[in-house]
Nanobody, 123 residues
Framework: QVRLVESGGGLVQPGGSLRLSCAASGRTFSRDAMGWFRRAPGKEREFVATIAWNGGNTYYADSVKGRFTISRDNAKNTLYLQMNSVLPEDTAVYYC????????????????WGGGTQVTVSS
């Protein structure tokens, strides 16, 4: 399985921006879909966004659509999540993951997971 390490989390004010990164190493990174999930306090892990291996197909949860942008740089083996106009309800631990199934929004379809990075949105 691919190894994933998230970074870029931290404290940000409502309306602000933050960019998360996910550094990957492994055999299938360039051809696997990748996704971001998050787990808010007291809630199960939920889907945020996913991107195909070639970067040409993306899908977002309704709650973040228009505010977040997922992208990947295969040459750098890195996945990104640009978070704009953040809201307090975006507070969560954010995880990146890989999947052989493009467009997957269910966590069980993702094979490798990072350890997560904390995002806190507060004034």
């Amino acid at each position: 399985q691919v190894r994933l390490v998230e970074s870029g989390g931290g404290l940000v004010q409502p309306g602000g921006s933050l960019r998360l990164s996910c550094a990957a190493s492994g055999r299938t990174f360039s051809r696997d879909a990748m996704g971001w999930f998050r787990r808010a306090p007291g809630k199960e892990r939920e889907f945020v966004a996913t991107i195909a291996w070639n970067g040409g197909n993306t899908y977002y949860a309704d709650s973040v659509k228009g505010r977040f942008t997922i992208s990947r740089d295969n040459a750098k083996n890195t996945l990104y999540l640009q978070m704009n106009s953040v809201l307090p309800e975006d507070t969560a631990v954010y995880y990146c993951a890989t999947s052989p199934w493009p467009g997957a929004t269910i966590s069980s379809k993702y094979q490798s997971w990072g350890g997560g990075t904390q995002v806190t949105v507060s004034s």
